[in-house]
C-alpha cells in the first residue's frame, strides 16, 4: 500500500513538474504577461466595444493560458494607459473612431498610426445605422438629399468626431457633390449617448438620429402613433457585409429586412462611381514598444481561435461577423480606410 | 412556472453575497456601487442571465446602501447620493448618536427600495413614456431646481451662493467631452496641466478630499494626544434608536421616495441631484426644519429614503427604453448585452420570465440589505469609539486606496484628493461654505451639457420658459424654492440679532 502511495506521489510530483515547466515554455515563446489588461476606447459596459472586446478577449486568454480583464475606462483614459506600459501588460481594443477622432482633429485624439502599433481586427459591427420616426417624411436617404437639395434643414443627432460623424460628413459630402452649396441644409446636432440621440427625435428636435441595429431595432416594431416609433433609413456596412449576418438578422428584424437598408446610394465623389460603404470594425492597439514576439503571438493565438467555430458562432449570435486579420494585414486595411475618408472629411473642410 | 426554476439557492445566495458585498464597497469612501458592478461583470457571463442579475441587483441595492456608514461615522459620503447624509449623520455621531443614526438610514433606505420597486413593477412603462417627455431643457431645470438647494444650505447666503458658483467653476475644468456631444476642446488650465486634467477633477477623490480629509485637517490641528481624546465620543451619551423616530414622517418618507424614483427615471441626472433635491424639499416644505443640518433624523430620512428609491426608478427606463437611468445601471445594461438579450421598450413584453425575476431580486436584496446592515450595525457604529490617533490614519489610508482605484489607478486621483483635502481647510479657515461649493461642483457639468444641448437643439433662450408646462412647473418650483430659503435665512438673521 505505501509503495503505490508513493508511487502515485511520485507520479503526480512528475506530471505537475511537466506541467509547471510546460507552462513556462510557453510563457517564454510568448512574453506576454500572465495577467493582461485589455483597456477599451468605451466608458460603457452595455456597447458593441465591451460586447466584442469581452468575447473575443475571453477566448484570447484561454489560448494563451493567461488572465484578461476588459476594462470600460474610455478613450482617453485607454490611450493614457496604453502610453504608461511598454511591457505589454496593458493593450487597448477599439474601432475605426480611434483613427476618425484625429481625422476630425477632435483634441487628445493622436495619429495611431504613428504613435502605437496596429494590432489584429477580429469583428465588424454591421448595425451601424441612421434612422427616422416612424411618420417621418423621408422614406429614403434619396429623400433626404433632395430635401436638401431644394433647400430643407435636415437635422442628424450626431456624437461628433467618431464613427457617428462619418456617416454625416458623407451625407453632407453626397448633397454637396449632387446640389452643389446646399450641403450646410443638414445641419448636425451634436450630442452624446445613444439614449440622448433617441431622446432628441423623441422630442422633434431632431430628423435624423445616428444609431445601431443593436440599439434600435425594437424601437423600430412599435406603431407608428407611439411617440418613441422609429424606421431605419440606412445601414452604412455594405450589402456583403450584411449578409454574413446570422439569418434571422436582430430581433423580430430579419436579415432580409436589414438587407434593404444597405447598399444606399451614397456618391464620394464626382468623378467615380464608388458609393460610401462604412464598416465599424474592431482592432488591438498596442504601445509603439511592445516586444514583436508579443504582437506575433497575439497574431498566432487569434489565428488559431478563429479557425474554430466557438467564438465564430459567439460573435453571430450577437450580430456581428467575425472579421479576423493578423496585424501586418490590419494595418494595411485600416490605414486605407483612413486615408478614403479622410478625403471625404477634407472634401467638407475645404 | 418557469420562473420558479430560476428560484434557487444559487439565486439566493448570489443576491446575499451581492448585497454583501456591495454594502462593504459602499461603506469604503472611492468604493462605490458602480465600482462593485463593474468589477463583478465579467462573471455574469459564467452564471447566466438570471442569476447574473441577482449578484448585481444586490450589489446595486447594497452598494448604494452602504455608502450612509461613512457619511454617518466619519463624515465622509461613501457614494455621491450620500452627501446629503453626512449633513444631519455626523452630527449626530458626534453627539453620540451613530446607531441611532444609522438604524434610521437603515429603515428609510429599505422604506425607499422598497417603494421604488413597487413603482418600478406597477408603473414602468407608463413612468418611462413620461419620463421621455422631459428634454433636454426639463432636466436642465430640474438641475437648477437642485441647485437651489444652496441657498437653503448656506448659513451666508452671499458667500454661500459665491462657494456654490465657485464649484460650478471647478466643475467645468477640463473639457466639454465629445462624448457629451462636446467640442472636446480644454478649458480654464495651462497647457502643462492638459495631460492630467483632460476629464477634469474626478467626483469621488474631490468629495472625499472636501469632506474627509479636510475633517482629519481640522481634527489634526488639536495636535496632542490628551487634547484629542478629550473629543472621544461615548455611544452612551446619545439617544437609542427607536422607531418613534418616524411619527410624522411618512409624508417625508414618500415624497423624499418619489423624488428618488422620478430622477433616478431619467437619464443623465444623477443620483446625488435625487437626494439634494428631496434633503432641500424636506428642508423649505416641513412643519419644522430648524434643526436640519444640526443632527435631525428627518435629514438621514429624505436623503436615505431618496437615494435608495432610486435603484428602482433608474431601472425604469433601463428596462423599458433599454436606457440606463445612472451610471450603475448604465454597467447593469451589460449583463443582458453579454447574455446576447437586447433591453428596448420591447424587453419586458418579450422576457416576463426575467422581468418578474429582476423584481424579486430587487425585493429580496432590499429584505437582505436591512437584515445585514440592522444586525451588523451596532458594531460598526463603535467605529465612532476608536480614538482618532489610530482612526485617522486608517481613515486617511482608506481614502488614498479609493481615490487611486476609482479610476483603476490614475495617481492624480490621490493628488486631488489630497488638493482638495487642503483646499477643504483653507475653506474653513477662511469662511468658504464647502456644502454648496460641492453641491455646485457635482451638478456643475450636467448643468453646462444640458443648458447648451437646449440652445443647440432649439436655438434660443426663450426655450426655458416656453418650451412645455412641465418647464413652467419647474420654474415655479425653483421661485418657490429660491423664495423660501430667502425668508428662512432673513428669519434666522433677525432671529440671531434679537438672540445676541
Redesign the interface.
Known sequence: MTTIFSKACVVALTTAALGVTATAQAQDDCPLPSNLRVVIGS?????DT??AS?IVV?QLADKLDINA?????????AF??LERDRRGNTIMVFHDGSYL?NLYG???YPDIFENYTVGPTFAINPGNAYLVPKGSDYQTMDDIIEAAGNGERVRVAI????VSELGFSALKNAVRLEHPGQEDNIVA????????K???L??G??DVINGSV??????T??PEDD??SMRFIWLTSPEETIAQTNEEG???TTREQLLQYAGVDIPMSADADESFTFDKEFFFLYNKDMDQAAVDCIDNALADVFEEDEVNEQLK??FFVPDFKPSAEAVESIKQKNDEYEGIIGNLQG | MDILSHLTPLFFGLIAAGTLVGIIFGAIPGMTATMAVAVCLPLTYAFGLENGVALLLGLYVGGISGGMVPAVLLNIPGTPSSITTTFDGYPMAQRGEGERALKTGIVASIFGGLFSAAVLFFFAPILADFAIKFSNVEKFLIILLALTVIASLCSNLLMGIFSGVLGVWLSLIGTYSIMDGGNGETRLMFDWMEYYLIDGFSLLPVLIGIFGLTTVLLDAEKSFKDEANQGRISLKNGKKFSFSVFKGQFLNLVRSSSIGTFVGMLPGVGGSAASVLAYSQEKNFSRDSSQMGKGAPQGIVSSESSNNALTGGALVPLLSLGIPGDSTTAILIGAFTLQGIQVGPLFIGNNMDTWYLIIIGLLVANLLMFAIMYLAIKPIAKVIEVPKYILYPLIIMMCVVGAYAINYGIMFDVWTLLLFGVFGWIAHKIGLETVPLIIGFILGKSAEIYFVKSLESYGNYSIFFTKSPIAMLLWALIAMSLAFAIYINIRNRRHASMQS
Request: a negative charge; hydrophobic letters at 30%; zero cysteines.
Open positions: 466608458t460603457s459596459t452595455g456597447g465591451y460586447q469581452s475571453d480583464k476588459v476594462d470600460a475606462v474610455g478613450v482617453m483614459g493614457r494607459a477622432g477632435v483634441n487628445g456624437q461628433p468626431g467618431g446636432v451634436n450630442t452624446g449617448s445613444q439614449a440622448d433617441n431622446q432628441l423623441f422630442d428636435a431632431v443593436q440599439a434600435n431595432e425594437q424601437y416594431n412599435l411617440q418613441k436582430m430581433g423580430d449570435r450577437a
